[in-house]
């Protein structure tokens, strides 16, 4: 059987693909177990949502052998800014498409890849940074017969000229692919120096590097989505966790508080201490620990301290290069495109209609059809939908259908022993919201 027989599937949740060739023996799939005849209570390895949840998926397979013999040339081609997800993404999706054209891709970090998703499991797991990593930068440009410039930063861009500026001298482009992500935001009061940001796999291996050789007292700033799934995953390896948040309860802005309160105690059975209503006033130094000050004048030591304060999209070069930016560069969202001719931008920089969609789901739907704008075959486009959003907690598995509107009132569908459900009343005409914690059947939109 060829490889082309056998299909993938995509989690909505985490993005984890199931390949039917590799199947999942660490859950009992052999190798070629077809889609169909997984059983129904198997749930996704990395993020646990159910077999429901995922959907087929068309991997784009780029071989060396395909773009052998390709010269690569100094300037010109497209230039893609990123080599996250979405960087590699639309790597794989325009070398697919366009086998010739010259493809250069900048960035600031190494280039590795690696599934991001991982970084929030990976210290109960005892994984380290090169564990995580599924193929280095350079072996990926070389497969894919396209040039990285590792280490190298995005300074300057002027579309009208097709030139963009790095550290490493300036480049001209035919198409310009952003895919530069978005940066942990830090709130005055917290020192960069002085805290971890788990966003990337070099942040998150600085903290791991620290945390080896006995248990330490870390203290997580921000109860969303990346805060508590660090505060699970650091207490499960260990550690004597604190959580705190300006919200009453985890995941403050997504849960309504009969589920928030479920998500804490659930948390504070792992053991992580959970402090709701709370601000930080201020960290420092203190010999080899830190010092949190908080605005009601309480004092928190700590060893280490994670700052999980969300995310922002740099803004000042974006809108210098004259394109839109409304919570991230804007693009439609069918093509991807941004208001300067000839540049995409794809993954977490982005927003469509005002809004950022931070998941994996979407990246490669998106990669594809700016693959095809450049590659001039269409008009199929993105059809952007709001992805599942799963909490990876292990103790109290969180899943979300539709995005909650503030202060809208909650219906309790079901509430008994590990498992409750609640729906949002729809706005006009649209899909109810659906909301569940605890394990049980896969749980979808009507549709
Ligand atoms: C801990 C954690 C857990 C997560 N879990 C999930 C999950 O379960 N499900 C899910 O859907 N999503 C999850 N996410 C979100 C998901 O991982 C991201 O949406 C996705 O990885 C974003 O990919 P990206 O390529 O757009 O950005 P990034 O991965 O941030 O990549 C950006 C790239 O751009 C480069 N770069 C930045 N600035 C410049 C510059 N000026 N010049 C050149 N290069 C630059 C960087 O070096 C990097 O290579 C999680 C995120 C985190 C942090």
């Not at 000229?161 to 530069?180: D, I, M, W």
């Not at 201490?273 to 030591?301: F, H, I, K, N, P």
């Not at 974006?318 to 794809?346: E, M």
Request: charged fraction near 20%.
């Amino acid at each position: 059987m060829s490889a082309q027989d056998w299909k993938q599937y995509i989690c909505r949740a985490c993005g984890l693909i199931y390949d039917e060739e590799a199947g999942d023996p660490d859950s009992g799939l052999a190798p070629g177990t077809r889609f169909e005849a997984i059983p129904d209570d198997w749930v996704c390895p990395l993020c646990g949502v159910t077999k429901a949840d995922f959907d087929p998926y068309e991997r784009v397979v780029v071989t060396a052998a395909a773009v052998a013999g390709q010269r690569l040339p100094v300037q010109g081609g497209v230039v893609i800014v990123g080599a996250g997800l979405a960087g590699w993404s639309v790597a794989e999706a325009l070398r697919a498409a366009l086998p010739e054209t010259p493809i250069t891709l900048v960035s600031a970090c190494a280039g590795d890849r690696y599934h991001k998703p991982e970084l929030s499991l990976a210290l109960g797991k005892g994984q380290t940074a090169a564990d995580l990593v599924t193929e280095t930068g350079a072996a990926a440009a070389g497969r894919l017969g396209l040039r990285l410039l590792a280490h190298t930063q995005m300074v300057g861009l002027t579309p009208a000229l097709h030139q963009l500026r790095t550290t490493r001298g300036q480049l001209r482009y035919s198409h310009l692919v952003l895919a530069q992500g978005a940066s942990p935001m830090l709130p005055d009061s917290l020192p960069a120096s002085l805290c971890w940001r788990v966003n990337h796999l070099q942040g998150w291996s600085g903290l791991q590097q620290r945390l080896q050789g006995g248990r330490r007292e870390v203290l997580v700033i921000g109860a969303g989505m990346v805060g508590c799934e660090l505060a699970e995953d650091l207490a499960r390896s260990g550690h004597q966790v604190s959580l705190l948040d300006r919200q009453s309860w985890p995941l403050g802005q997504l849960l309504p508080e009969l589920a928030g309160q479920r998500l804490r105690q659930s948390l504070e059975a792992q053991g992580v201490r959970y402090l709701g209503a709370v601000e930080v006033a201020s960290l420092q130094q203190q010999g080899a620990q830190r010092l949190v000050t908080l605005q009601d004048g309480r004092q928190l030591l700590a060893d280490e301290v994670v700052a999980a304060t969300g995310l922002k999209v740099a803004s000042r070069l974006v809108r210098s290069a004259g394109l839109a930016y409304d919570n991230g560069i804007v693009v439609d969202a069918d093509t991807l495109q941004t208001s300067a001719a000839d540049v995409f931008a794809l993954g977490d920089c982005i927003s469509i209609h005002g809004r950022p969609c931070r998941f994996i789901e979407p990246i490669a739907r998106q990669a594809q059809a700016i693959a095809r704008q450049i590659a001039g075959r269409g008009s199929s486009g993105a059809a952007h939908q709001q992805p599942v959003i799963r909490l990876k907690t292990r103790a109290l598995p969180v899943i979300l259908h539709g995005v909650p509107v503030a202060g809208r009132a909650w219906t309790v569908l079901e509430d008994r022993e590990g498992l409750l459900r609640l729906q949002q009343a729809p706005e006009d005409g649209r899909q109810p919201v659906l909301l569940q914690l605890g394990a049980g059947q896969p749980m979808r939109a009507a549709a």
